[in-house]
């Protein structure tokens, strides 16, 4: 599966953005999905990954309450709405695609993604 990630920007602290991923390729659905970001200087971290039916979602701690993951199937989308951004959420946010079975649960380390997009930069100004 290709991804491509879109919906960057700058926006003040406490402003909202909202990342769209879409893919290509087939059994999108198949496939547990995930967003990371990677700050200047720092790891990639996980952010956010939702099932493939999108039934379960798991969050990063620091997101949590803020930021809420989706998909749509259908379209071969996924998003990650965040709301009350802090300058602490500046980074490169990239989407990934993790193969799974109907039970497996949500990954949150990156080497557990198998397809990664180009990410989308997020400047969160204070």
């Known amino acids: 599966v290709q991804l491509q990630a879109s919906g960057g920007g700058l926006v003040q602290a406490g402003g909202s953005l909202r990342l769209s991923c879409a893919a290509s390729?087939?059994?999108?659905?198949?496939?547990?999905m995930g967003w990371f970001r990677q700050a200047p200087g720092k790891e990639r971290e996980f952010v956010a990954g939702?099932?493939?039916?999108?039934?379960?979602?798991t969050y990063a701690d620091s997101v949590k309450d803020r930021f809420t993951i989706s998909r749509d199937n259908d379209k071969k989308m996924v998003f990650l709405q965040m709301n009350s951004l802090k300058p602490d959420d500046t980074a490169v946010y990239h989407c990934?695609?993790?193969?799974?079975?109907?039970?497996?649960?949500?990954?949150?380390?990156?080497?557990?993604?198998?397809?990664w997009g180009q990410g989308t930069q997020v400047t969160v100004s204070s």
């Open positions: 990934a695609a993790d193969w799974a079975i109907t039970s497996a649960a949500v990954a949150t380390t990156t080497s557990d993604y198998d397809s």
């Open positions: 390729g087939r059994m999108f659905s198949r496939y547990n």
């Open positions: 939702i099932s493939r039916s999108g039934s379960r979602t």
